[in-house]
């Protein structure tokens, strides 16, 4: 390889961990929170990206309007996804009521998404400003934007997080939702807000996503295991730690292609597997202990 | 707590209400049916899931054969009737569903089938019960040689077919360095090996200077266009197919990728799909063929096909339409000729020798059952992405078409001989 082609592989890399970050990143934050693989994520990707699809090719609407009402879409289907099985499966059974009822929702949405906008697959028309590839690097410049986008999301996540009276509410029902509400914290109210702005998350990537690759009804399928994938590797609910794993996974694929082409899909998974080995709470620490499993 | 329960109960009621009057729908849509006994066809086409949109085109294409055929008085005075399943492009659900049509269901005719691995599973299903199974779209070639039983038959081109049609245009250009990606699972390596076999026979060995095997349903192809791009190919051969295609050429053309690189996909790269979801988005000059084409031949066949699929659907088709369509005239034009369900053996030596005019045949050529393979031969048409907005949303087309003759695109009789001794 050249210096060039290591170059272009690299940057290659980062606009995948881009992509994967901005996926894994509302998911990252339930599963901090509430404790549970939230298979609906992927359902709330799939309708940011077919609202933001549909509203700018077919009715012709800018892209940041678009954006705007995909986030508002998948809003409100979170909250009715929280509703109808969150809100109590999540305490009663330990999660697993819950992942089970996430699932079964993935895969309603997956179908009430086909029957509204159809099995063909959709794809967003993008500002004129973002066609084409940037003059150096050979980025293009809906990658520019991918980075940019991700980048911005994990900053003000993080700064969300650390430095508001809102993230120090989430970091103590994260740390113990007993204690927290015996403090007077609503931690069915953080919960929600949490799982809203985790769904406006993913409507940010399958709305940015639908510019750059076809979006279909079962999108949301393919990449919702390996969001909860990333979220599980980086610690649970380390959005740091999200982004050092989406970052090793991006470079491994994209190395991988050039260096082992008939591996390059298996090493992700390979890599997947050697993290879990090794550190098996993740690669960061946690977030947080765990609140419900100690009390249950 | 109750109140709860209740909105539970509502929202659940709602998609159930949803569901059913889609359902509904959807199967109430033939015509009135001529008298007598009717010929029973089970189908098999993926009706959810990620090959919906191929199973959705196949299934209404089907009806309309179906439709015309009744409405001319049937067969014999009898007329057909399908009965669709929804096979998941799932093999086990295939089987099963196909073992349900034929004991259950008393189905004479199988059909359908857009994945090759659940082909593979109804294949076994046909030879064991000695039902007739016509293949309409999926493109394996171990159906026809490998895995070949003498109550298959295949109405649409399979992949030995485009990737010869592909060959003979690719011996005739100045490229050397070749660079391919494809979907890693068979279908995409079946493409880059048949295509390189075929290459070899032709004395125009494929020099290839790179591969990338995404897998199946991948969004972000970024570090494979960063690797074509590092390897500086003449031209680049695609084996994707669907959303992954779309995607590919959409991140390709936004990297400024095709700019200088000619790109080739000639199995399943021309699909209307493709050009309806990208629009203005797709790049000029592609060049791309699949098994069948909304706007070649310019026959009134054609035409009329397209355009009565149009006026029932309010879309233009997908290519796995018209096999689906050419399968139901299949099986009337056997029947005419041996209306007698019941003798299968008479029924499939009808089959094998059958001539069929379909919507892709050129003027002055009719597709004809291969008795060797139980393959349809026909023709394939290359062509290169051009503006054309007669068939939206989609704003291009193919257009300067390059036609291979069917004799050419079938393999000799030694090298079908050669495959089916190789069988494991």
């Keep these: 390889m050249t210096p ?69 879409a998948a809003g409100g289907v979170a909250l009715i996804v929280y509703g109808l099985v969150f809100w109590k499966a999540r305490p009663t059974t330990s999660g697993a009521g819950a992942i089970v009822g996430s699932y079964g929702a993935l895969l309603l949405i997956t179908e009430l998404v086909r029957i509204v906008f159809g099995s063909v ?9 973002l066609e084409g590839p940037l003059p150096v690097l050979g980025v293009s410049r809906m990658q520019a934007c991918l980075l940019l986008i991700a980048g911005t999301c994990v900053a003000v996540t993080i700064w969300m997080i650390n430095s508001t009276t809102l993230g120090r509410l989430i970091r103590a029902v994260s740390c113990d939702p007993w204690l927290a509400s015996s403090c007077g914290v609503r931690r069915e109210l953080v919960a929600v807000g949490v799982f809203v702005g985790g769904a406006g998350l993913a409507s940010v990537a399958g709305a940015v996503s639908s510019g750059m690759s076809a979006i279909s009804p079962s999108s949301g399928d393919d990449l919702i295991v390996g969001a909860l994938a990333v979220a599980l590797l980086g610690g649970r609910g ?55 499993e100690r009390r249950t | 707590m109750v109140s709860s329960h209740r909105c539970r109960a509502l929202c659940a009621l709602t998609c159930c209400v949803l569901l059913f009057s889609c359902e509904r729908r959807s199967t109430n849509s033939s015509t009135a049916m001529p008298a007598g006994k009717p010929y029973l066809i089970g189908a098999l086409y993926p009706l959810s899931g990620r090959a919906a949109l191929y ?64 082909a ?35 109405v649409s081109n399979n992949v030995y077919q485009s990737m010869a049609a592909q060959a003979y245009y690719a011996s005739e250009q100045p490229w ?57 190919p003449d031209v680049l051969i695609v084996g994707l197919w669907g959303a992954d295609l779309i ?30 979801a990208l629009g203005e988005q797709m790049p000029l000059g592609l060049i791309l063929s699949a098994r069948h084409h909304n706007n070649w031949p310019e026959t009134d066949r054609n035409r009329a096909f397209v355009d009565g699929f149009h006026k029932r659907t309010g879309r233009y088709p997908s290519y796995a339409a018209e096999g689906a369509y050419v399968g139901v005239q299949f099986i009337a034009e056997a029947l005419r000729q041996q209306p007698d369900e019941t003798q299968t053996d008479a029924l499939v030596r009808v089959m094998s020798t059958i001539r069929i005019q379909c919507p892709e045949d050129p003027e002055g050529f009719v597709s004809y059952m291969d008795p060797s393979t139980h393959q349809l031969v026909q023709t394939q048409a290359i062509g290169r992405t051009v503006p054309n907005s007669k068939y939206p ?32």
């Design chain 1, 121 to 129: 697959p959709l794809i967003a028309r993008v500002p004129e400003t």
């Design chain 1, 238 to 292: 380390n959005v740091l730690g999200a982004c050092v794993v989406s970052f090793l996974l991006g470079q491994i694929t994209a190395f991988g292609v050039v260096l082992a082409p008939r591996l390059a899909s298996a090493l992700p998974y390979a890599a997947t597997v050697l993290i879990i080995a090794a550190r098996p709470s993740g690669l960061l620490r946690a977030e947080a202990t765990s609140g419900f």
């Design chain 2, 120 to 154: 593979l599973a109804v294949t076994e299903v046909s030879k064991d019960t000695k039902t007739i199974f016509v293949g309409t779209d999926h493109a394996s070639g171990r159906l026809t040689y490998e895995a070949f039983q003498p109550y298959y038959f295949r």
């Design chain 1, 4 to 72: 060039a082609q290591v170059l272009a592989q690299f940057l290659a890399g980062c606009c995948s961990a881009a992509f994967l970050v901005l996926v894994s990143l509302g998911v990252t934050l339930v599963f901090g929170i509430a404790r549970v693989f939230n298979f609906a994520h992927g359902g709330m990707y799939v309708v940011g990206g077919y609202v933001t699809a549909f509203l700018t090719s077919k009715a012709e609407i800018g892209a940041l309007p678009a954006v705007v009402a995909a986030m508002l």
């Design chain 2, 247 to 276: 995607s590919f050429l959409r991140q390709g053309s936004q990297a400024g990728l095709f700019q200088n690189l000619p790109v080739v996909s000639c199995d399943a790269g021309g699909n209307y799909e493709t050009f309806a």
């Design chain 2, 55 to 118: 199973g959705e085109d196949s299934k209404a294409a089907a009806q309309m054969a179906c439709d015309e055929i009744n409405a001319s008085g049937g067969v014999d005075g009898r007329p057909l009737q399908i009965l669709f399943r929804d096979d998941e492009a799932n093999a086990e659900k295939a089987r099963q569903q196909a073992r349900q049509l034929v004991q259950q269901d008393r189905a004479t005719f199988l059909m359908g089938v857009i994945s090759s691995s659940a």
């Design chain 2, 176 to 232: 050397s360095r070749y660079y391919y990606i494809g979907p890693d699972y068979e279908y995409g390596h079946a493409l880059w090996d048949e295509f390189r076999s075929k290459m070899n026979t032709l004395r125009t060995p494929v020099s290839s200077v790179g591969e990338s095997w995404p897998k199946l349903f991948e969004p972000d192809y970024a570090a494979h266009i960063a690797s074509i791009r590092g390897k500086n």
């Design chain 2, 393 to 424: 949303p989609a704003t291009r087309m193919l257009g300067e078409w390059k036609v291979y003759d069917a004799e050419r695109l079938i393999p000799s009789l030694e090298e079908v001989e050669r495959r089916r001794n190789a069988k494991p």
